[in-house]
């Protein structure tokens, strides 16, 4: 089994910055793609970025230039650096990890169970 812990959500005011943190730990062979989603109340769920095991990423349109996804592939961890927050960012915040966990022809899917971020004045 794979597990994956989340971090670093919180309250912040419009203007300021946050880091979310995934860990991910259990029997896996290696890591392919980490990413972020996101979920606002009454709204449907939302990728905000990715980034692979050749650290190519990708960004919602709505988050480029503001948010920077990272990952430590020695700690199986990745990192959401979220700047200059609005209001508009309030959601809870989902890790997703897909990963070669019994051998290299399968993967698999794994989430965490979600970080609020709440940004507000």
């Known amino acids: 089994q794979v597990q994956l812990v989340e971090s670093g959500g919180g309250l912040a005011q419009p203007g300021g910055s946050l880091r979310l943190s995934c860990a991910a730990s259990g029997s896996f062979i290696s890591i392919n793609t980490m990413g972020w989603y996101r979920q606002a109340p009454g709204k449907q769920r939302e990728l905000v970025a990715f980034?692979?095991?050749?650290?190519?990423?990708n960004y919602a349109d709505s988050v480029k230039g503001r948010f920077t996804i990272s990952r430590d592939n020695a700690k199986n961890t990745v990192y959401l650096r979220m700047n200059s927050l609005k209001p508009e960012d309030t959601a809870v915040y989902l890790c997703?990890?897909?990963?070669?966990?019994?051998?290299?022809?399968?993967?698999?899917?794994?989430w965490g169970q979600g970080t609020q971020v709440t940004v507000s004045s």
């Open positions: 980034i692979t095991s050749s650290s190519r990423t």
């Open positions: 997703h990890v897909r990963l070669y966990e019994r051998n290299y022809y399968l993967l698999s899917d794994y």
